[in-house]
């Protein structure tokens, strides 16, 4: 299905940076990302815990919907959305920067 350029511009995608990351008691793949995306700092919820250890996330920069209304999962608000594609198998790839780039940087 085809958008209007309009809608897509609605989106705000931002470069963030992940500074805590911890497993959500109860989940196999939800963890809890504290994120920095330049002027402030947010909590993202994301399914990626089969994939990736909570401590080997700690420093990257990934690519975040930044205006998506919270949501609650198993207790926690999620303020955005991490992008990822899936691999052969349908696990989890987390989208990231090629190169490193300030937290908050607007994707165009």
Partial sequence: MNIPFDDFQKLDLRIAKILEASRIEGSEKLLKLAIDIGDERRQLVAGVGKVYEPESLIGREIVIVANLEPRVMMGF????????????????????????????????
Avoid: F, R
């Avoid at 959305?81 to 300030?102: I, Q, R």
């Fill in 77 to 108: 608000e999620s303020q955005g959305m991490l992008l990822a594609a899936h691999d052969e198998n349908g696990n989890p790839v987390l989208l990231m920067p090629e190169k490193e780039t300030p937290p908050g940087s607007i994707i165009t």
